[in-house]
């Protein structure tokens, strides 16, 4: 019988591995077989219990039933499972540990606050007069840069606070009277913080011989409650002040390490103004652009029409007059795919009726190189859909012409709100934004949409034309 018990034994266990219970329904069936087969059992084998616990018991009551190890290859097994260990996750201690160290950090960050007031407070009292002398301002200013360049490291270092540094030394000078009330509001936390632990580091001592609070004579617990409940409000009025300090800090950081409200308002304004004159200078172009092809193109192919249609009129040999005609009729024909060439490039019907992508599939099917297109976008408005079309003919066309490409790769995308447009060739390089020209057209267009435009071209290619829009 022991025989059976132990292979019933080693099948269960069988079922066992370190990290998971498969199986545990044939495994506690085969147990309970173990049980019912006739030997002495142990009233707490019967207790509800996880498997890998209840065969662990009856491995040791079978193996030392005789005073010899008869299971084995069932207690191998049982190593091998283990049991398992209830702990705390890693994840939770990485996270507690991770809690605790910003906790420090920030703490340290506000001592450090206070310790700068110290600072800050002398220098914004000594410089204010000397604003009034205006030779002294910029040394004021430069000063005062400084002085917050520092605390823009304390806030990156222990806040984990990133601020611009698009500020000037007015703006930083602003910044250092706020800032060091602040600080001095921190040294007061930090004041009574020490005082705080002055004091209970006193009422320990008496506590601990016995005394009444105050040292006056013998002390009851009743008399230590009061003090106890002081120095609990003491040491949360203690944490809030150190992270109001802390929140303060950064707002105040938000406020004053930027440009200010009146500056970006200006910025704006002469942005808009230049953008409206790029945009109606690029209008102008466009409409150079279109008489120059209208003239070069178009025009000579009517021009050599007319002049095949009169000498045919002129021609007395009837087979010499067909001949004309024939040819009259492909100039003709010539003369139709050059003017529909250029309705393309003044604005392709196709972005109306179908949408951007069949618009660039028919400009892929158009070109005289191969061009692949990767387009993954859903339809944006037509506005940028105008924008990123005259881009990528621009592109396609300038790759054909002046790049000696081989290869054109249109790439469509959006990254998060923004609209990415990226035209790559295998051409000679060298493309350059000059003050004019086709690139400088395209630029000016995409700045009109707030967007922003880069060629990058180095000798001997690639050439990758980017456009970055905004899309909502």
Known sequence: MGEVAEREIQAAAWHCSPGEMRNTTVGSARLDRVLRCGMPVRRDLLEPAPLHARMAKVAGWVGSRRGKPRCRIATARLEKCGKPQYSVPTGLASLNDVNRSRVLRRTAGVGLGALMALVELPYVVLAAPLLA?????????????????????????????RNGDDYDGRRALQYLVPRSLTGLLALGVWVCVGAGVVAAAIYFVQLVTGQAPGGAGEG???????????????????????????????????????????ELLRRRVSELATTRSEVVEAVNGERRRIERDLHDGVQQRLVALGILL???RRADDPQRAAELVRQAHEES????????????????IALDESGLEAALESLAERATIPVDLRYALDE????????????????????????????????VRREETKLVAEITDDGCGGARIGSSGGLSGLARRVAAMDGEFSVQSPENGPTIVRVTLPCE
């Not at 030779?135 to 520092?150: D, H, S, Y």
């Not at 024909?333 to 392709?348: C, G």
């Not at 054909?400 to 790439?411: G, R």
């Open 310 to 312: 009169g000498r045919a």
């Open 220 to 262: 009851t617990p009743l008399d230590w409650l009061p003090v106890l409940g002081l120095g609990a409000i003491a040491v949360f009025l203690c944490g809030q002040g150190l992270i109001g300090v802390a929140a303060l800090d950064r707002r105040l950081a938000r406020r004053f390490f930027g440009p200010s409200g009146q």
């Open 380 to 411: 944006p408005s037509p506005e940028l859909a105008t924008v990123v079309y005259f881009v990528v003919s621009e592109s396609v066309t300038n790759a054909a012409k002046h790049a000696n490409a081989n290869k054109v790769t249109i790439a």
């Open 133 to 161: 002398v205006p030779a002294a301002r910029p040394r004021v200013f430069r000063g005062a840069r400084r002085l917050a360049e520092v605390e823009r490291a304390r806030l990156r270092r222990f806040f984990d606070a």
């Open 333 to 348: 024909q010539e003369a139709l795919r050059e003017l529909r060439e250029v309705s393309w490039r003044v604005y392709p």
